[in-house]
């Protein structure tokens, strides 16, 4: 069984930069991909981006140029890199890991942007 711990939320400014991490760890078997979704208050969880086991990423298109995903396959954590926040981008961010047995989640992280 996969467990996925994330952290590195928080509050911040508009203009404002966070790095979150998502830390795995279990048994991984098949690994296809991992993502991060993120829900703000009131709305269904949304798709922000995913990084496959090739290391390719993609992302939402409105998060573009703002947002990446960096992996460091010796820690096997996985980041979500923000930057330019906007009050916009508050919600609570999740990260995934899907393999050919399971999609695993983690707890959710916080992230409120304002002045």
């Known amino acids: 069984q996969v467990q996925l711990v994330e952290s590195g939320g928080g509050f911040v400014q508009p203009g404002g930069s966070l790095r979150l991490s998502c830390t795995a760890s279990?048994?991984?078997?098949?690994?296809?991909?991992q993502a991060w979704y993120r829900q703000a208050p009131g709305k269904q969880r949304e798709w922000v981006g995913t990084?496959?086991?090739?290391?390719?990423?993609t992302c939402a298109a409105s998060l573009l140029g703002r947002f990446t995903i960096p992996r460091d396959n010796a820690k096997s954590t996985v980041y979500l890199q923000m930057n330019c926040l906007k009050p916009e981008d508050t919600a609570v961010y999740y990260c995934?890991?899907?393999?050919?047995?399971?999609?695993?989640w983690g707890q959710g992280t916080q992230v409120t942007v304002s002045s």
């Open positions: 279990g048994r991984i078997i098949n690994m296809y991909a």
């Open positions: 990084i496959d086991t090739g290391g390719t990423t």
């Open positions: 995934n890991l899907v393999t050919s047995r399971e999609t695993s």
